[in-house]
């Protein structure tokens, strides 16, 4: 295997956007980020394509990492493992 086929294969990139987003939500994530407006809340199914492509390569957690305005990072860390009734 080839060192381009690995690297990168794992980033949700603008590539994958692509191929997952609806046009209209794409657009709306662009301008977000390349004119630092807020998130529109009809444009942003971009978290669930994000959910839904982790998934689908074998994730099991995640962290949310963010500089919150105190001039120091943060992170969140959840999983998206849920337990049944049985408590397996």
Do not use: C
């Amino acid at each position: 295997m080839d060192l381009t086929e690995v690297f990168g294969s794992n980033v949700f990139s603008d590539k994958v956007m692509k191929e997952r987003l609806p046009q209209t939500d794409l657009q709306g994530s662009s301008e977000t980020i390349e004119k630092n407006l807020p998130l529109r809340p009809d444009v942003a199914t971009w978290s669930n394509a994000m959910k839904d492509w982790a998934l689908e390569k074998g994730a099991t957690h995640y962290t949310h990492w963010f500089q919150p305005l105190t001039g120091i990072t943060a992170e969140k860390h959840d999983s998206f493992i849920s337990s049944t009734a049985d408590g397996e």
